[in-house]
């Protein structure tokens, strides 16, 4: 009895762990999965903004639902209104905020981009904290100046009216898959931090 106790203890840590050197939560994977099943978005992949993760530090990850792992990751910056700070972002879905708007949206719609490798994609926000981003202009897009390779212990900052934005490395890796997508990709902005899940309902 005591043995079966203890597997089945493991077998709980273990269903909480995180894959891919423990940047995304095995919880937040199956998610994701399941929403993009129900929503008949692409099953094949998703992308994942972490904003609880340090802005010097890769915290966009494009994770593969068949090989399980994250194939693309890269900085990304957020944006600078409401307060925001380079280690603090505040979260909003007002219109003319700046801010980054937390929950899911669906990418779908390439088009021409004045920043970085001038391409950007359309992204509708499917929840009440990011429903106004199509009015908003929020779309996913690179800016030259957003190094490709980690920056911590330096911050990332001043790039983004709201937009998740790239570099232009990425961009171009994330846009090689995108563009062959028939369906709409999910991309799901969220934090761990409840202070700063806190300066999203306030604002929104």
Known sequence: MRSFTILITLFIIF???????????????????AFCKKNNMDTALCIMVDMSIHSGKNRIFVYDFKKKQITIEGLCAHGVGGGSTAIKPVFSNAVGSNCTSLGKYKVKGRSYSNWGINVHYKMHGLEKTNSNAFRRIVVLHSYTPVPNQEIYPQTLFGQSAGCPVLS???????????????????LWIYTYSKKMKLNATALT
């Open 168 to 186: 232009d490395g990425t961009m171009r890796k994330i846009d090689e898959l995108l563009k062959k997508k028939k369906k709409p990709v999910l």
């Open 15 to 33: 269903s909480f762990k995180t894959t891919s050197n423990n940047k995304i939560s095995v919880a937040k994977i199956n998610e994701a999965f």
